[in-house]
């Protein structure tokens, strides 16, 4: 897996704890690494557009639902089709999940997770988006 490219994670979340710890296990993984991150909807959208336009399309989102300003379901419907990288939501809520696979998630993380959780959710993400099969 070495000679893969690093999959390009964006981290949305509106708790600094939250996205300090996803970018931790992130940072342990040689096979991901954290492009940027957001504290709501809206800054999500913004960042993984100016990332696309840029020529760094994310690979993978990392997504949390309830966020202010825009919500991670609607910021995920916000982008269009061709802009949407896959996605885990990652989130404290378990009421979203079946809108959550109804926008093709690839996985749904419930906080708290623990670190094995976490790495079965990237391992299957890293191997769809690399199969082509993510978004």
């Not at 070495?2 to 509106?14: E, W, Y």
């Not at 997504?63 to 896959?86: I, K």
Request: hydrophobic letters at 45%.
């Amino acid at each position: 897996m070495s000679d893969m490219p690093a999959l390009r994670v964006f981290v949305a979340d509106d708790e600094p704890l939250a996205r300090e710890r996803l970018r931790e296990l992130l940072g342990e993984r040689n096979d991901a690494e954290t492009i940027g991150e957001a504290r709501n909807g809206r800054e999500a959208v913004d960042s993984i557009r100016q990332l696309r336009e840029a020529g760094t399309p994310v690979d993978l989102l990392l997504l949390d639902v309830e966020m202010p300003e825009m919500d991670g379901l609607d910021a995920l419907n916000a982008l269009e089709p061709e802009e949407r990288p896959a996605v885990v939501f990652v989130t404290a809520y378990d009421r979203y999940a079946l809108r959550a696979f109804d926008l093709h998630a690839l996985d749904y993380l419930l906080k708290p997770f623990d670190d094995a959780r976490f790495n079965d959710a990237l391992d299957r993400a890293r191997d769809s988006v690399r199969r082509g099969e993510a978004a």
